[in-house]
């Protein structure tokens, strides 16, 4: 199902809305219902809108992608999503639960892992998920199977006892993903999940984020400016472009559309620029002076 913004926000008013409860997507002669949408979800940071009225739908044990260039909005989306930061505007539900009504509800429901670290260096891959499982409320027989099930899951059962500050790249994103996935959530935000991995580290989380979604049925939305990765990973993809959705829908649907060979191409076809070169100057220049005020 390929719904551009405008379609969306229609069939919304239609009265076609999802149920509230994640279920299949998609089955024949009902309305699709999603693990998780948005409707005109917005955020202004005083007069500049760095999330403009976005409206998408994700289904049940799919992955989606917000693909855009630095300074897109795609962390300020994933953030309101997680509840970490309120909508100015417009709202969205996760799991059934409303994000901005219903907080605690939506928490449970999730797994995150954030652009920046989120690992501590200084202990062992075993003790950092046993942080997150006293805070998930994990009980304690239950704890050592279960941490030692995720860190199977993501390839790093033999490094169990090894200081994080030691790990690879890649290894550290897994281990944030075992952390994320710890208390088994229906949805998952991976903000950049591969960012700074070299190519083979990149398709080794690759791998593991697509066995989540197709042994565990987890709905997945991850953000990045990795083209090539939102194409792999993603079902459907929302291409974003200074805070507003410029195109949603598969990603060979995209690039028929615009009738180009690679997302590549369709992003510069719907925004006149290059995600290479970070989208324009105007983000360019604007990340960079929030990258100095974070020191
Ligand atoms: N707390 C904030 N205060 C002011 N501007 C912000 C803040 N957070 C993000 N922004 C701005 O909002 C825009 C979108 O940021 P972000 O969501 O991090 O983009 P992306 O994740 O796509 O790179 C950027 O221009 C950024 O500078
Ligand atoms: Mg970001």
Redesign the pocket.
Known sequence: MNLTTNDRASYLAAGAGPSPAAGPAGAPGRAPSFALETVGLTRR?GD?T?VDAISFGVPSGTIFGLL?P???????TIKMLTTLLPPTAGTGRVAGFDIVRQPVEVRRMIGYVPQMLSADGNLSAYENLLIFAKVYGIRVPQRRKRIMEVLAFMGLADSAGTLVNKFSGGMIRRLEIAQSMLHRPPVLFLDEPTVGLDPVARRNVWEHILRLRDEFGTTILL?THYMEEADELCQEVAIMHQGKIVTVGAPAAIKAAAGVATLDDAFAHYTGSSIKDGGTFR?AA??RR?ARRMG
């Open positions: 940071f500049f760095a855009g630095n300074g897109a909005g795609k962390s300020t953000t983000d604007r990340v929030v």
